[in-house]
Nanobody, 126 residues
């Protein structure tokens, strides 16, 4: 399994970014949870959002609910995280993470997850 993130960058508060996670090594017919985690300097890692590849069910942390949207493109084996109304506190390295697990557990127990991307930096200026 390989995960490659892209789409990070510098944006002003209130702006938008779309992160992409290109996946390989499995199919979206498998029961994979594809999650986005983020980690800012000096802060704990946070599970932001998750999507199940088999039925596209989605999950969001309260901190991003209503601002972030996770989606998948089965033809491209890619998962996206559209981030709107970005805030300075969204600044972090964002990681795409995958494993055969339910999203409920993926977001709460990241130590159980085997497949991590290299991360992409998101910087939100005030």
């Amino acid at each position: 399994v390989q995960l490659v993130e892209s789409g990070g960058g510098l944006v002003q508060a209130g702006g938008s970014l779309r992160l992409s996670c290109a996946t390989s090594g499995f199919t979206f017919d498998d029961d994979f949870a594809i999650s986005w985690f983020r980690q800012a300097p000096g802060k704990e890692r946070e599970g932001v959002s998750c999507i199940m590849t088999n039925d596209d069910s989605t999950y969001y942390a309260d901190s991003v609910k209503g601002r972030f949207t996770i989606s998948s493109d089965r033809a491209k084996n890619t998962v996206y995280l559209l981030m709107d109304n970005l805030k300075p506190e969204d600044t972090a390295v964002y990681y795409c993470v995958a494993d055969v697990i339910e999203c409920y557990y993926a977001l709460r127990y990241p130590e159980r997850l085997d497949y991590w991307g290299q991360g992409t930096q998101v910087l939100v200026s005030s």
